[in-house]
């Protein structure tokens, strides 16, 4: 696609005259997406690309919206738990449990201990599964296969204890407004142990597979980086955020649930094979996320087994929920960031408005600056990294 | 795959001419003998020469994805294929038949002509490679003195056909894998080449086949195997010779071209049924290829350790336990490539180019020179 060439002449440093043979070509607009197989579901990132190099990516976005909002506001407090199962699936727990605690803060319900120790522990459960997707996804991202399928090997599991607990894999609807479905049946804790303590294990064999491979330190590092600053200009939250070294986390920042009951750490990115905020960064903040996450479920189970009986999980919740005309904004640390909900209720069974605030979608907005300079299989590996779930963004 | 025929007759010719040099036994045997009936002759030769080929390419491509599936699964806690037939043995064989029967695709604005050449370009360089390749000292189809020279040609043809099938789909991703591959291909022709002249000056001669007979006797019969005859300067030249390899089968790490998670497929994109297992079975075909070709100029041909090279030629016994020896090695070898693909990510572009040029070809010209002085001085 030459459209021309000719030869210019400067002087070079040195006083020498210098040749140089102008060749432009065109750049090639190129549709990645909606159906391509790492833009992780239905994204559409319209490239210009120069060869290899992008020079412009625009993200579009809304293939899949289901207008989870407007659903709210004509269906009553509990009829909506499920559609927010589906907004992140790959962590309908901590949907869940952010919807819930936006009515309950409304509503002014409280809910038992027991009833919030296991929500924690299905948190954290579903941090876990959540992050095993992104650490297999990432990798497949970056051209190895098997990763995720050890990856699926644990999420198989965790699925089967969500199960076990609620009946469902993928869309738990467990946590509602006011406590959770049931209690954990007989033995679940137990089993909850043995998955701790089999999940470090597998653990450092993601470690030696994949993050520390040559190859995948050379393809991540100093690639994508965001600096501080920019993540806070472009409201990132969660790994993207830490990955660039700024500590902050909800659970940390303003405890929610028990969090501040037990301890755990904050991982940030702090550039060790490259630059702080690459995508190495990201991607390891995460990996160490699931170890903090196993450290919380530890503790819950030990509190949980300690200080509760079986059983009561009820709260001083009535059948019928009216929530009196109020406002109320919660936000949840969930795996992918800070998911918000703002609650509008005007003292009727079911929301006025709803106003979600979803952690991919914010994220997102960050490729439009990222992409530009950087080569196609970067681009694969920034949005990968970036670890967005097109259920979520488009909601 | 005329192109396979072709090479078929002027083999027959070559090896007629030349029928003074050892006479052959098996399928070469039977050919020279019906070389010797004039053109028909040539012609039922040529068309026979082309079934066994033929034969053997579509088998072995059956047999390495079934192995790539099984292994596969095996690394990844699953189980692979395992209903049809034996371990699942036959199931490359249904899938080729449901590629088969699959409606044959060609987008609206590609172009037609090139677009149905291309994997029949790409497969006909394969094809003529493998009556090139000795397997033993008389299970060659086309023992010329060209050998290796040839075989590097040969399969450089596929190049050809890659950016053909990238251009003539009209897809961007098509185009996209197109051009990685040019770029990939001549890269590593570089370095795959100077790991050949230096096999070439080691023995003196551009036949695989007098390469693999050169390479019997010494100690413990491994003696003589280049990688241990040389070892400062062939057995570094043999690891650049197996990575470039890789590149040039666009096999993982450097499966830039078919890179899926960036370029949908590459440059296979647009294709489907027939065509597209042309592709497919060029792959796999051209592994075992490679891996011959490695095989006979480093690791010793078909000699195996403890077994004198005179036990290995001459009947026919000895000829089939030098098949099975050769085939056994290239297994080796294929098994090496499934197990590097499922273990490691994909390089970048520059990454790719960065590491032909900056560390294979510099460390490949210090070999040769080097076994040049060894070839002196010894």
Redesign the interface.
Known sequence: MTTGGRIQEHMAGGGEREFVLDVRTQD?E?NMGPQ???THGVLRVVIRADG?VLTKATPHMGYIHRCAEKIAENVNYDQFVPYTDRYDYLAAMNNNLGYALVVEKAAELEVAPRATWIRMMVAELNRIGSHLIAFGTY????????PF??GF?EREWMMSLFEKLCGARLTYSYVFPGGIANDVPPGWLDELKRFCDVFEKKWVEYDK??TR?K??I??TKDVGVIPSGMALDYGLTGPCLRGSGVRYDLREAQPYLFYDQVSFDVPVGIGEVGTQGDCWDRYYVRMIEMLQSVRILRQCIERCEKDTTPGEIKGNRKKTLRVPATEAYVGVENPRGELGHYLISDGTDHPYRLKVRGPSFCNLSVLEELLPGT????A?AIIGSIDIVLGEVDR | MSIASVWTVLAVQASGAGAGEGAGTGATGILKGLAAYGFWGYLVAALLGFAILFGIASALPILFTWAERRV?GR????WGPNRVGPFGLIQALADGIKLMFKEDIIPAKADKLLFMVAPGIVLAGMLSAFALIPLSDSAVVVDTPLGVYLITALLSLEVIGVIMAGWASNN??SL?GAMREAAQMVSYEIPFGLCILLAVVSYGTLSLREMSLAQAGGFLNVGNWLIFHNPLFALPAALIFFIAALANTKR??F??PE??????SGFHTEYSGLRFSFFFLEEYASMFVISVILIAMYLGGWNLPFVPGSAMTGSFGAELLAVLSMLFKAFVLVFVMIWIR??????????VMSLCYKYLTPIAFVCLIGTCWWELST
């Open positions: 090639m190129i391509h197989p790492s290899e990798g497949m991202d970056i051209g190895a296969f098997t399928l050890y090997r597979l994949l491979n190859i995948f050379e393809r080569m196609i299989a970067d694969v | 596969s690394m990844q806690q699953r961007k991703w996209f993982a790490p499966d830039l890179a899926e998670s960036e370029l949908v499922w273990t490691l990510p994909r390089i970048r572009i520059d990454q």
